[in-house]
């Protein structure tokens, strides 16, 4: 997962809800109970939230690095609103879907997670959340690139060596644009898809791609010449 | 009483005289003519036997009878006659079968003409006219057409040649073509005509080809247009007239359509060399020729335009080269402004070809823009075309201007600039220069005859729209209006000598917005001047980056701001490190040893490079301009595909300029990231409007 930005905003408040059980039937209380324990455990309890030293603390016991992508996955699974905070709710959701309530079954549940997320529908849609997931201040629209060309390797980087890599280099390489729009971002994901590489031949600038991408086109095939 | 029964044989042995009779008349043997007994008997005798009651009613003997004589006499007489005889001969003497042909059948149909009141029309017979004709058409025309045919066409193809023929011949030869069709035309046009088309085409075909090599452009296309002339009398003199269509394509086609691109593209003749030569006549004629053919201006205008074009390309070139050949002076030099004379005058001049060789004909106007849109935007030693224009213009609208022109001439060349700014892409860019300068020439009393300067006005606003002109109207408007609040002010001082200010004061009022910004002025010392000194009131010393923030002002400003007053001629703050030029790093201390000899000094500013700002201000109003237009094409739209909200952007911008593609895109992202617009969730080439 991306480092964090430096300037820390004030975390989501705590919603009520948190501090109040839920009294479902006996034997989902008890999983609700295991997995509202498990938060706890992690929990900061003057937030009332996993804060990002709960969450490192999470990966080790959990046994992946902290900037591994599952983690992204995982908040993805739970909707996590704000990055490097895990609520209660979102906890809840997270785990109930991948129905964990234990240390153990959580680790167990991650790579059915990975496979999941990786299918069609659901990878388009995680693409689009970690862009939202950067977006760490209010009315923040865009993402800078040096955070950019690490999410994109962290997201694309196995399905997409090659383009991720030129792009990655051609984004420091420009000076015109400093920060990317989730637009640019989700239209790379259509042009990994859609035109073939290194050759871009089915690449035809007079359609709406966006013009960063233009010129990333028009670098590489000066580069090719 | 009853009448005499008359039989079969009798009554014909009757009609054998009276048809005897007539045969000789044709031949030519001396016989007394019909008399009116003759005639009434032999009609007589029809009418007896067709009434008798049967079995003596003979109709149907007499009618065939009738034909029978024809088919006799045919065998006998014309054919023999016809068949020892050839070519010319054979001819004159078919003509003549025919013409006696004809006599005999309307003579014979008059004796037999009962025949035709009641038989022939109960039993829905051909008419015995018809008969008589039938009988000619099959049994001689059919054996004799094809010699007729061919013999016709050698006379033509001699007359082709030079030699005399006999046209009166021809004609009545032809006329037997079409008669014996009988009202329908196909036994002369695929008897005749389709022969006489295949051998035109051949002959001529021959001609073209011997022609095209040995003759130049205009020679051939002298023979051609003779050629044509020819056909067409030929056709009113002897042809039929539904050929003439037919014939003339036939020739145009061998002469001009398939040797086209030979004949335009002769290297010292052809369409090229006549537009460098000026050859207005051959090029009439040119045009005259292929202006009837499909296509056949198409070559012609091609080269006219790459002519025009390359004429234009010259001309720039020209300029370029003189202009890059005298020291770089970054305004627009005299080079730069005789180019504009030529390019007018090449405007008339070709102008002048579309009218009068070309009769203003489409293709040729059109041919015409193309080519001048493609010089009329190259720039000249970094100027674009916008601002020599607007500097042209200025040249002759300002007091003093090189241009030394009587009214008219001024008013002719105002209107021939005018049609100039057409082709011209960036026309909001020359808006801005020509408002500038017109600013100048108006606020420093420098323009030279008000009448002109409205005249030019009106002119533009009626190529380019009023709100192209409405900001340069408002400022003349000002000038009057400012003249004569002078005028009151001035009379309301002289009527009041106690509110006198003490020195001469002179006011012109300006309405804002029309007005170009300025950041010079004519005083001593401009206004961030004395802003930038002011700062040192507060401090001894201060660095380039402290100043940069107080002043907030731009880095080209700030550096030629701070040049002027610590490197020039009077250095009222002195610079650390001492070097000619203004470094970021720099600091700045305030000169107390400063001293002059003077008392006043003038401490100008250098001036601003005008034409980066016009040209920074231009780009400015342009992203504005894409912005509106794409909001307003989607607003009504809702929702558009990519390239079809480009095209549109492009079409509703461009009676001011041609904005880039890029341009466009980067715009529409904005708008993207401002929420004005998205991208359709299942087409990303599409986009909608969000409200």
Same mark, same amino acid.
């Given at each position: 997962m991306p480092r964090t930005s430096k300037r820390k905003a004030a975390p989501p408040s705590v919603k009520s809800s948190d501090a109040v059980p839920v009294r479902p039937g006996k034997a989902i209380s008890k999983t609700v109970e295991q997995i509202d324990r498990l938060f706890d455990s992690y929990a900061n309890p003057s937030l009332g939230l996993i804060d990002p030293e709960g969450i490192e603390t999470l990966c080790s016991d959990v046994g992946v690095n902290h900037t591994d992508i599952r983690i992204l996955m995982l908040a993805w699974k739970m909707n *996590?609103?704000?990055?490097?905070y895990f609520s209660k709710d979102e906890w809840r959701t997270g785990l109930k879907a991948l129905k964990a309530d234990s240390l153990n079954k959580l680790k167990k549940a991650l790579p059915a997670l990975e496979t999941q997320v990786m299918m069609p529908p659901n990878f388009q849609d995680f693409y689009a959340y970690a862009f939202r997931y950067c977006l760490t201040e209010e009315k923040q629209k865009c993402v800078d690139i040096e955070t950019i060309c690490e999410l994109l390797n962290l997201v694309l980087g196995s399905q997409f060596h090659a383009q991720v890599n030129s792009m990655s280099e051609y984004l420091k390489f420009q000076s015109e644009y400093r920060m990317l729009n989730m637009d640019q971002w989700m239209n790379f994901y259509r042009f990994c898809h859609e035109i073939s590489f290194p050759?871009?031949? =089915?690449?035809?600038? =007079?359609? *709406?791609?966006p013009l960063i991408l233009d010129g990333f086109v028009e670098w590489m095939r000066e580069k090719q010449c | 009483m009853e009448r005499k029964i008359i039989e079969l044989d009798q009554g014909w042995a009757y009609m054998l005289k009276g048809i005897t009779k007539l045969k000789r008349i044709l031949e030519g043997l001396t016989e007394d003519p019909f008399s009116s007994e003759d005639y009434i008997f032999l009609y007589t005798t029809i009418y007896n036997m067709c009434t008798q009651k049967p079995p003596h009613d003979y109709s149907q003997q007499l009618y065939d009878m009738y034909r029978e004589v024809f088919d006799e006499y045919i065998a006998s007489m014309v054919l023999p006659s016809l068949k020892e005889k050839h070519d010319e001969f054979m001819l004159s003497e078919l003509v003549q079968r025919w013409l006696n042909h004809k006599v005999m059948v309307r003579w014979q149909s008059r004796f037999f003409h009962y025949l035709d009141r009641y038989f022939v029309a109960r039993r829905s017979l051909p008419a015995l006219y018809e008969v008589g004709l039938t009988c000619f058409r099959d049994l001689v025309y059919q054996e004799v057409k094809a010699n007729a045919r061919d013999a016709v066409i050698s006379l033509i193809d001699k007359e082709r040649e030079g030699e005399q023929i006999d046209r009166a011949l021809l004609k009545n030869v032809i006329d037997i073509f079409v008669a014996i069709g009988m009202g329908q035309m196909e036994l002369y046009e695929q008897d005749f005509e389709v022969h006489m088309l295949q051998d035109s085409g051949a002959y001529y075909s021959r001609k073209a080809s011997s022609w095209i090599s040995d003759d130049s452009c205009p020679d051939y296309m002298l023979k051609a247009e003779e050629c044509l002339k020819r056909e067409r009398d030929r056709v009113s003199h002897? /042809? !039929?007239? %539904?050929s003439e269509q037919k014939l003339v394509e036939k020739v145009q086609h061998e002469l001009l359509v398939v040797y086209e691109m030979q004949l335009l593209e002769k290297?010292? %003749?052809?369409c090229r060399a006549l537009l460098r030569d000026d050859k207005v006549e051959d090029l009439s004629r040119m045009y005259r020729l292929y202006h009837k053919i499909p296509k056949g201006l198409d070559p012609v205008s091609t080269i006219f335009k790459q002519h025009v074009t390359a004429e234009g390309m010259a001309l720039v070139q020209q300029a370029e080269d003189v202009a890059s050949s005298q020291?770089?002076?970054?305004g627009v030099g005299m080079q730069e402004l005789v180019l504009v004379r030529k390019i007018i005058e090449l405007h008339d001049k070709y102008v002048a070809y579309v009218n009068d060789?070309? /009769?203003? !004909?489409s293709l040729f106007h059109k041919a015409l823009k193309e080519a001048f849109e493609v010089f009329c935007n190259k720039a000249v030693s970094g100027s674009s075309s916008a601002e020599l224009l607007a500097t042209f213009c200025d040249n002759i609208l300002k007091k003093g201007g090189s241009e030394k022109l009587s009214d008219e001439a001024i008013e002719e060349t105002l209107e021939k600039v005018v049609k100039l700014l057409a082709y011209i892409s960036d026309k909001d860019l020359f808006a801005e220069f020509y408002r500038k300068k017109l600013a100048r020439r108006l606020l420093f009393d420098r323009s030279a005859n008000e009448d002109h300067e409205k005249s030019i006005l009106t002119k533009l606003k009626q190529q380019c729209g009023a709100q192209f002109t409405s900001k340069m109207e408002g400022m003349v408007t000002d000038l009057t209006l400012a003249r004569e609040n002078q005028n009151s002010f001035e009379e309301y001082l002289h009527n009041n000598t106690n509110v006198n200010p003490g020195l001469d004061l002179t006011v012109t009022v300006l309405t804002t917005g029309f007005w170009p910004s300025y950041k010079s002025c004519d005083l001593s010392l401009p206004q961030e001047m004395a802003a930038a000194l002011l700062l040192f009131n507060n401090a001894d010393r201060l660095s380039y980056s402290e100043m940069m923030t107080q002043l907030n002002l731009t880095h080209d400003d700030l550096v030629r701001l701070l040049h002027s007053l610590s490197c020039a001629k009077y250095k009222i703050l002195n610079k650390e490190p001492n070097t000619k030029t203004i470094l970021q790093t720099d600091n700045f201390e305030f000169n107390s040893k400063f001293t002059d000899r003077m008392r006043r000094i003038k401490v100008p500013l250098p001036p601003v490079d005008e034409r980066k700002r016009v040209i920074e201000d231009v780009d400015k109003d342009r992203r504005y301009a894409i912005d509106a237009a794409l909001v307003r094409i989607m607003k009504s739209r809702k929702v558009l595909g990519h390239q079809q909200l480009v095209m549109e952007c492009v079409e509703q911008l461009g009676r001011m300029f041609k904005p880039d593609i890029k341009a466009i895109k980067k715009r529409m992202e904005d708008l993207i990231t401002r929420d004005y617009l998205e991208r359709d969730k299942d087409n990303q080439n599409i986009f909608k409007y969000l409200a």
């Open positions: *996590a609103e704000k990055q490097g050759d871009l031949q =089915n690449y035809d600038s =007079n359609q *709406a791609w | 002897y /042809l !039929h007239i %539904s290297e010292y %003749s052809g020291t770089a002076n970054g060789c070309f /009769l203003n !004909h």
